[in-house]
């Protein structure tokens, strides 16, 4: 569950460290994100060593205080699958994603979950595990 000031880590290849909530963009009133859901973050902490090998339209975009969208790929939130199994991960974390919700790196640290890779097949092109 994540809401308004929450903070996240990013586990894509795109130097953002730490994030945080500002927005919850889905259909439902309730402003709280749960997995699969698009927020919008500002960035709060960049790792200056691997900003500097971006490409420069990157390093553009990706500065303290920007405003990005973000789509949520792990929680601290029980999720339960069809067959009845539950999955529960250590941290929030989220992948930064275009207007399309095709991921602006070209690489996903972590797992992901297999429900998202059928949802944004290129979640699943760039992520090393699923299960």
Not at 86 to 111: D, H, M, Q, R
């Amino acid at each position: 569950m994540i809401q308004l000031k929450t903070f996240l880590l990013a586990t894509d290849k795109t130097s953002i460290v730490n994030v945080y909530c500002i927005k919850v963009i889905k259909s439902t009133k309730t402003p709280i994100a749960l997995l699969g859901d698009i927020i919008i973050i500002c960035i709060n902490k960049i790792n200056f060593v691997k900003h500097e090998k971006l490409k420069a339209r990157f390093q553009k975009i990706f500065k303290v205080g920007a405003l990005q969208r973000a789509l949520v790929v792990r929680t601290k939130v029980n999720y339960k699958r069809i067959n009845g199994i539950y999955i529960k991960f250590n941290e929030n974390t989220i992948i930064i994603v275009s207007k399309y919700t095709v991921p602006l790196s070209n690489k996903a640290y972590g797992p992901i979950l297999r429900e998202f890779c059928m949802k944004w097949p290129s979640l699943g092109c760039i992520s090393i595990c699923i299960i």
